[in-house]
């Protein structure tokens, strides 16, 4: 059974950066595509960033060239570097398994605010 846990989220102002953790077990991580999902107030879950297990990367247009998603397979840990953060990035951000899609960790909270 898949167990995601993520960490790294908190307030900072616009224009700071932030780091993103997710350490997944009861999968052989190597071999999943991962991806960083939010959450905010109102809206659908959308997906921020995917990494294949072949380190192919595709982002949401509203975060490239200011995210930056990777892994770690030795650590079965997948990464979201968030720079240039914006107002518009708040929400509760969450890592998947693609194709254990549906199970979530409990989420770690990204605030932007002056």
């Known amino acids: 059974q898949v167990q995601l846990v993520e960490s790294g989220g908190g307030l900072v102002q616009p224009g700071g950066s932030l780091r993103l953790s997710c350490v997944v077990s009861?999968?052989?991580?190597?071999?999943?595509?991962m991806g960083w999902y939010r959450q905010t107030p109102g809206k659908a879950r959308e997906r921020v960033a995917v990494?294949?297990?072949?380190?192919?990367?595709d982002y949401a247009n509203s975060v490239k060239g200011r995210f930056t998603i990777s892994r770690d397979n030795a650590e079965s840990t997948v990464y979201l570097q968030m720079n240039s953060l914006k107002a518009e990035d708040t929400g509760v951000y969450y890592c998947?398994?693609?194709?254990?899609?549906?199970?979530w960790g409990q989420g770690t909270q990204v605030t932007v605010s002056s």
């Open positions: 009861g999968i052989i991580f190597s071999t999943e595509t």
């Open positions: 998947s398994a693609l194709r254990h899609y549906g199970t």
């Open positions: 990494v294949s297990p072949g380190n192919s990367m």
